[in-house]
């Protein structure tokens, strides 16, 4: 293993997923009322009381009532963006520090804290879309497969061999024998046979991650260590299903899947290397190792994710040793600790992308309309002279301050097999005249005061939404308001601390958007389809931003399917162009991952991917499974938590058995930061 230097790269957002990632999913953005900003596991129960706990947790957790809340924007994650992958949202400290009597403290010798600022959405794997809560189901459950830190490839998970039949549409997988649930119970095939079949039949269970199962005929586990899953048409990602393997002895007693979020009893019992202890929201999420985890377990005694509203709170908690790991920093927070003491700073390509979100008219798959979005917006033209004034490359030197590369493309430039970006003649570049035009030919006029209007007399004054907490968005907004108001267009910047309810409402105009993409981009091109719509008004859907487009709906249906690789990067390519011309979604800037950790906490921690990578919001569970404390005795100095890092290198031999030479990783948000 060896220690990391900071990397170059485009950064972070919260959320999203991510998300991520979120793919066709029912995104219910459910959010209870306990959504705090990071997830804690805890050890695994002694062996003795094994049966007896997991009965009486199963009980709990089937009978614990759960508090429905109202859906929150994914961006993490922002995304999320992540995801998905979304900023986090819901109840907070005054101070945006856990300043209370409980802050998760329990004595741990080596404790690895990690500050974040996203709330939880659920502990529910079914229903989590946000970035902080995929990577907490990362860190207590196994998927099937995982993700090489090094290249992102897929490497055995759960499953150490899957193998295809020569048609592609029956998918074998040997299921491990040397994985045991937390309460002492072994995991078989019919732990993953039961997560998929609940998912292909209950629109509850398929809130996060349908879309990985829609094209699924039938799931079976013939034995214990073999799981079989039968398609309707091939589908390309059978090596990255994204989806965490629940027990089924907890999770059949549930009753309503879409309102239960796996928060009112712990420890929670799962399979991964930690176990999540316990959680309060907006406060912390306790985690401890798995001592049985077939891989090993991880070195820190345990894993604390405590929130933090304001980031220059946790910045000066880093600094005091309160924490070990604060990720999404601001330019100015990662320059101000570049020279401190015992503190590395990480800066590499980031897997997110920043974006502007025009309200294209929120609608539902049956036709229904709703929200109050601006209809000049419905106008190609209004859309392209508003992106024709947006100067890119002033947002990254100005507001990224270099730390973020110029956007283009919907695919960050990391994913090099579907990055995409366009030719001279199609790019909509910073032409402030030019947008003038296009608004003068479209016959939005200047009035007497200057103030564009259309032919129906409506000015051009728009709504931006605005996360609260994230500075890129507040310094953005000021460029735009200064930008369109040299065109005649008025903008009002809506900064709120919930974006979620008028986003799903389609109350906005237009709106800072977000995601993490994920090695498989299948799920983040999957929220703009018209599938990811919600079925009636009054539903939520898995869309990012009600778009609908029969030729984006095409190519999609055809990347879904094709394993050759090559053939596959140029439809999702074709995708991104098409996406692009549309005039919907405008990608402004890839930040870079900006993140930092105590050296004096932790010696030395994984990057993803390992030669310059992010150590937050990872496709896997490597850098806190990997990460190594720098000295025995408790890590943090104020209770609750301590190291969290970054650094590369992890050498992990595994055999890779797969048939069909497929480059598929899916997923989010989370999204995510699903969408953050």
């Known amino acids: 293993m060896i220690t990391t230097a900071p990397h170059r790269s485009p950064g972070p957002n919260p959320s999203l997923r991510s998300r991520t990632e979120r793919r066709p999913r029912r995104l219910l953005r459910l959010l209870l009322a306990s959504g705090i900003a990071a997830s804690a596991l805890s050890a695994v129960p002694p062996r003795a009381e094994a049966q007896a706990e997991a009965q009486a947790q199963a009980q709990a957790q089937a009978q614990a009532p759960s508090a429905v809340r109202a859906a929150e924007r994914l961006t993490e994650a922002r995304t999320s963006a992540d995801g998905i992958g979304a900023h986090g949202i819901g109840a907070h400290t005054d101070d945006g520090k856990n300043n209370g009597e409980d802050d998760g403290k329990d004595g741990a010798d080596n404790v690895l804290t990690v500050a974040v600022s996203q709330s939880v959405d659920s502990l529910s794997p079914f229903l989590a879309q946000r970035l902080v809560s995929t990577s907490v189901h990362r860190l207590i459950y196994e998927y099937l497969t995982n993700y090489d830190p090094k290249d992102a490839r897929p490497v055995p998970g759960l499953a150490t061999a899957w193998t295809p039949s020569s048609d592609k549409l029956t998918w074998t997988y040997t299921i491990r024998k040397d994985s045991t649930w937390s309460d002492g119970r072994p995991v078989t095939a019919a732990d993953a046979a039961w997560t998929f079949n609940t998912m292909m039949k209950d629109p509850g269970a398929a809130t996060a991650n349908g879309s990985f199962t829609a094209n699924f005929a039938e799931v079976t586990a013939p034995a214990p260590g073999t799981l079989v899953i039968r398609l309707k048409k091939p589908q390309a990602n059978m090596a990255a299903l994204d989806v965490p393997i629940v027990p089924k002895h907890v ?55 405590r929130y933090y509203k304001d980031g220059d709170a946790a910045v000066a908690a880093l600094r005091k040793g309160e924490v070990s790991f604060v990720p999404d920093l601001t330019p100015a927070q990662a320059d101000s600790l570049k020279d401190a003491d ?144 040299e065109l005649g267009i008025g903008l009002k910047v809506d900064c709120l601390d919930n974006v979620s309810d008028p986003w799903l409402k389609g109350d906005y105009d237009l709106a800072f958007d977000g995601w993490s993409v994920n090695p498989d981009p299948d799920f983040v091109l999957s929220i703009h389809t018209c599938s990811a719509l919600p079925a009636t008004a009054a539903d939520t859907g898995a869309t990012d931003n009600f778009i609908c487009d029969e030729r984006y709906d095409r190519l999609y249906a055809q990347q879904a399917v094709e394993y050759d690789a090559a053939r596959r990067g140029d439809l999702v390519r074709q995708m991104q162009s098409r996406l692009y011309d549309t005039g919907f979604m405008n990608v402004m800037a890839y930040p870079n991952a900006l993140e930092a950790y105590r050296t004096d906490q932790i010696k030395s921690i994984t990057t993803m991917p390992e030669a310059a990578g992010n150590l937050y919001g990872q496709d896997g569970y490597w850098s806190w499974w990997s990460a190594e404390p720098a000295a025995a005795g408790r890590a943090a100095s104020d209770g609750g938590g301590s190291s969290a890092a970054v650094a590369i290198g992890i050498g992990i031999s595994v055999v890779l058995v797969i048939a069909v030479g497929i480059l598929t990783s899916r997923r989010r948000r989370a999204t995510a930061d699903d969408r953050e």
Request: aromatic share 12%; charged share 30%.
């Open 251 to 305: 999770w059949e007693k549930v009753g309503d899947l879409s309102a239960f979020n796996n928060d009112a009893r712990f420890p929670i019992v799962g399979n991964g290397p930690f176990v999540l202890t316990d959680y309060k929201v907006d406060r912390y999420i306790r985690l401890r190792p798995n001592k049985d985890f077939w891989r090993g377990p991880p070195k820190f005694d345990e894993l604390v994710f």
């Open 342 to 485: 015992n503190i590395q700073v990480n800066d590499a390509p980031g897997r997110r992308f920043f974006a502007l979100a025009a309200n294209p008219g929120a609608r539902a798959r049956d036709g229904g309309r709703f929200g109050s979005g601006h209809p000049a917006l419905l106008d190609p033209a209004v859309r392209r002279a508003l992106f024709h004034a947006v100067d890119r490359r002033t947002i990254v030197d100005k507001v990224f301050q270099g730390h973020a590369a110029e956007g283009e493309g919907y695919i960050p430039p990391r994913f090099t097999a579907y990055f995409w970006k366009p030719a001279a003649a199609q790019r909509i570049a910073h032409d402030p005249a030019k947008a003038a035009a296009l608004l003068d030919e479209a016959g939005y006029r200047r009035d007497g005061s200057g103030k564009r209007r259309g032919k129906d007399g409506r000015p051009l004054d728009f709504r931006i939404l605005c996360h609260a907490t994230d500075p890129h968005d507040k310094a953005v907004g000021k460029y735009l308001r200064e930008w369109w108001g």
